[in-house]
């Protein structure tokens, strides 16, 4: 049985919200797209939203609007997508990578100080000891957060801007002393979601940047668009004007009703499609839990003081297994089974070696990632399709 790594979860209600806009006339940014952001800023606990064409767009106009400028740094965990570092280095900034902890894949907040601390010695890459490190910007691997908490205190500490890497992280919290917080129910400056094809809901390609702060908001919409002092909806709709005024140098990020049309639906199935990926990392669990036992495999978790957004499934074999995790991606795909790697850390890509970067800069991650592979996972997942995949891996290890 050929399981793909993903399959996405549409239904009739997206279809005919998609065909409703298309016979509507208005295609671009509109009243779904409006309709979009509120519902979404609800669902989430935050105060406003903006929705933008990804969630690179997302941090990039979060950057923008806090004031990232070249010559600054911001401290990004290495164990993230190709983006998150990407945005830091549009504005001409520097991106200082930080190792992960080893159970989250999380930034780590000591290796954090410590490269503070190289850099005012004077011994980070080329860096000047007086470079200013002005924000932060934490991921959620896979869905698990990290404590915001701890992460908002060690900003405060050092006086710096957050930016939250919630790309798989919806819909997904923590718990603390003050009780459960959602990824974006105030968990930072900006926190930035992603509705890409694999996500826990999608609009096909499609972000957002949620945040407390009014100005913020304004900023980041101004920005999406141009720089532009209204959007087309509020020019062409009845009673709007014509003029605009071009007041910052902006992007083309914005969403359209299109793609909303497809969010709106998912939103509201959005816990449903947790759930449903939730019991397939139970099965999954099930179903590999003697390798666990047996130190062959190391599986996934779900704390008491977390809610997961499962959006990935990742297992890392043992340091000394028999086989390497490229040889059982080679296995599983011949078995027709699809798989993913998340991801090859940044400090290991050409780009940031070139800059100085070494594996030693990050030693947790340059060893993790070698050993992780993410396993298909989504809502529709069929029982007879994890456990073909499961023996499949079995088959690849054992």
Known sequence: MAVPY?????????IEEVCETLRSGWL????RVARFEREFAAAVGAETAVALNSATAAMHVATAALGLRRGDAVLVPTMTFAATAEVVLYAGATPILVDCDERTLGIDLDDARAKIERLREGALLDLEPDTSVVGVMPVHVGGLMIDMTELREFAAELDLW???????AFPASYRDAKGWHTAGQNTASVS???????KTITTGEGGMAVTSRRDLADRMRCLSLHGLSS???GRYRSGGSWDYRIVAAGFKYNL???AAAIGIHQLARAEEMREARREVARRYDELLIDLARTGQLELPSEPADRRHAWHLYQVRLAPD???DRDDVIRRLGAAEIGTSVHWRPLHLHPLYEEAGWTPDD??????VWERTLSLPIFPTMRDAEVREVAAALRAAIV
Do not use: K, M, Q
């Not at 957050?162 to 798989?168: F, K, V, W």
């Open 6 to 14: 993903y399959r996405p979860d549409l239904r009739a209600e997206e």
């Open 28 to 31: 671009t940014t509109g009243p």
């Open 162 to 168: 957050t930016i939250e890497d919630a790309a798989h």
């Open 192 to 198: 930035c979601f992603s509705f890409y094809a694999n």
């Open 231 to 233: 959007d087309a909806w």
């Open 256 to 258: 359209t009703d299109v």
């Open 321 to 323: 297994a028999a086989v």
């Open 362 to 367: 990050c030693p947790v991650a340059s060893e």
